[in-house]
């Protein structure tokens, strides 16, 4: 009852203060062209709630009273020794790339004027950087355990024009006007990171248009379509990845990344699948679902609609060596996972130790943790960037393993007492 009161006046003071201009709440203006990335990307969004609302599986009442990093354990450098097996000089680049954007926050300063110090290092220059600099901590999850899932996600590359025609002629949006985006934190501190969208009507804030009015015939967002794809299910899963590298009809190659999404709930289309009986578990990949949806078109559209989350893209500068992450920088293939910013700072560099898909071989590596992702919840919970292209999308597909992640912290990164 509790949990409910909260969400309710959450939702209800929400609204007040907005239509308000309350300057306690920031209300995020609609950004037409972007020249720069922001660094918000795949956050984990709160839904609007209903009369009588529904728990968010992120917001249970146990996981609400852990404090932001109030799960990471102090852990010593012994208990990395894989890490000399690896190749932490592919890891560097990564590290550079996310100090960039890191080093204007205190917490991240130092390590980063450190970092830029080292020209060229070799892999033991490099884990002497961190073993000076830096502290380990060992995740761990709400009943005390250290395992975890790491699945993985990749860069889709699909066709697209920039002009609807008989082939392109399913839409790409951009983010909408009437998108409005309520930051909660200024309310209840506990809420970091989250957020509530919607669109006013009146003098209501409402929930923002769900997937199949977004898709309806006569969409109530038509004029923002920026590029139309030639494939349904593949744009389903762009939505899913966040990011994409577009092949455009005129030979041009155009990288697209997460710009907004409407404030809806995510549904697994393949745990709908295995639910309803039309696909087994071991069958239920990404390429097992597009070969049921090449399958049953007729049912298609039915099984989309009943995921209402929608992402928005926006068109990402040309010439960058990866897609945009939520910390505001490019990514690089196999050295970055998204995390839960809950439970690990974002940005931080971490260790991960688990084992490829399919297989009982080690991955064991240093990776850096600059990006989110809506299913990505919990303490040991990691999404392993596999890349661009066809092959990156087969290992992300078939990646669900087990494994286990140490956090590395400046020496006097802030956390809960």
């Given amino acids: 009852m509790r949990y409910k009161k909260l969400m309710r006046f959450l939702f209800l003071f929400s609204c007040f203060l907005l239509l308000n201009a309350c300057a306690k709440i920031q209300v995020k203006p609609t950004q037409t062209a ?14 609007l709630p209903p009369p009588e609302p529904s728990k968010p599986a992120e917001l249970k009442p146990e ?4 404090p932001d990093y109030g799960l990471l354990k102090p852990a010593d450098w012994q208990d990395l020794e894989a890490l000399s097996k690896d190749d932490v000089t592919k890891a560097w680049p990564a590290w550079q790339l996310g100090c960039a954007v890191l ?24 884990v002497d950087y961190f073993k000076k600099n830096f502290a380990v901590y060992r995740t761990s999850n709400l009943d005390g355990s250290t395992s975890g899932l790491i699945t993985g996600y990749y860069e889709p590359v699909i066709e697209g024009s920039r002009n609807k025609n008989d082939k392109y002629r399913f839409p790409v949006y951009a983010r909408p006007d009437d998108l409005i985006t309520v930051e909660l934190a200024s309310i209840y501190p506990e809420l970091a990171n989250k957020r509530v969208r919607g669109r006013v009507v009146g003098t209501k804030l409402i929930p923002y248009y769900n997937r199949s009015e977004i898709e309806a015939d ?6 923002r379509e920026f590029l139309w794809v030639d494939d349904q299910i593949d744009l389903f899963f762009l939505q899913i990845q966040g990011s994409g590298m577009v092949h455009l009809e005129n030979g041009e190659k155009m990288h697209i990344g997460y710009a907004d999404q409407n404030g809806q709930a995510y549904q697994s ?16 990949s990404m390429q097992g679902i597009k070969d049921w949806a090449r399958n049953n078109t007729g049912k298609l559209r039915e099984l989309l609609n009943a995921n209402p989350s929608y992402v928005f893209f926006r068109e990402l500068p040309p010439g960058l060596p990866g897609p945009i992450g939520a910390l505001g920088s490019p990514i690089l293939a196999e050295r970055v996972v998204a995390i839960d910013p809950r439970f690990v700072p974002l940005g931080a560099p971490i260790f991960m130790s688990t084992n490829l898909p399919n297989s009982n071989k080690p991955l064991n590596r240093l990776m850096m943790a600059q990006d989110t992702g809506g ?23 078939s990646m669900k393993q087990s494994g286990r992640i140490w956090v590395l912290l400046p020496k006097d990164f802030p956390l809960p007492k």
């Fill in 375 to 397: 299913a990505i919840k919990g303490g040991v919970r990691a999404d392993f960037f596999w890349g661009s292209g066809p092959d990156a999308g087969k290992m992300a597909g």
């Fill in 269 to 284: 289309i393949g745990r709908l699948l295995i639910d309803k009986g039309e696909l087994t578990a071991d069958k239920a």
């Fill in 218 to 223: 006569t969409s109530p967002l038509q004029g």
């Fill in 63 to 66: 996981i609400a009273k852990v």
């Fill in 103 to 126: 080093k204007v926050k205190p917490a991240w300063q130092a390590v980063c004027n450190e970092a830029d110090k080292l020209n060229n290092p070799s892999s033991m220059a490099i």
């Fill in 34 to 47: 972007i020249s720069t990335p922001p660094p918000v990307c795949t956050c984990p969004s709160v839904a």
